[in-house]
């Protein structure tokens, strides 16, 4: 499971707050602008050697911060890792499923988030895995009727599937089509998710639940991702 702490890493990330701002989605109303050289430094003077990439590279780094992702909590979080169901025969035979809740040991006030893992049988090693968050909760990717309906806070934005902000049976496999698990297990690739609102529910409140909710001022919004 040593790919866990990573996978707590992008999503903390990810996190969203809200905003007033409204994107453009009209081609014909994007500005004249010229990409920059993502190799050169900020003179415009070619990159040519590991040391000066190694600077640049933090540049674009604090730049993806400020303008598109957010920047990334510097607080040191804590982990606990609870084992949930295994089936040791999943998807036909090709998998071993787990499922494994992830705590934040210093704040036992937050759910878990919790995490869909499936392995593919034939590995012979750690196998490399597809990584990311679901929109829709983990039994919604996969018909398997034994995987649990999530109980957190759905959009009902996206009809019957979820009733009153909770997930339904509707819900299950809705997804499949954007999640090729078989095809990955047999090309000896891993696959693990979790549904984002595990660590934000995703509405103008939710922040006040997830993990924000501990990792200082949420007010400030240059702090987060848009």
Known sequence: MRYLPIFFSLTVSCAMAQSNFVPNYDETKVGS??????LTDKKGQQITTA?????RRADWLNLFAEHVYGKTPNQR???????????ANARGGRAIRKQV????????????????????KTAKKAAPVFLGLNFCGNHCISNEPDIPLSTRWMSNAIGEVS??????????GMQTRRWPIDTLLARGYAVATAYYGDIEPDHPQGWKTGI??????????DNWGP
């Open 33 to 38: 602008y010229t990409l920059p050289n993502p």
């Open 51 to 55: 040391k000066a990439w190694q600077q």
């Open 77 to 87: 979080v804590r982990l606990r890792f609870q084992p949930g169901a295994i089936d």
């Open 101 to 120: 809740s992830i705590y934040f040991a210093d704040y036992p006030q937050l759910p878990p988030i919790d995490l869909l893992l499936y392995v593919p």
């Open 163 to 172: 009733v009153n902000n909770k997930a339904t049976e509707k819900a299950r």
């Open 212 to 221: 924000r909710s501990v990792l200082g001022d949420s007010s400030r919004t």
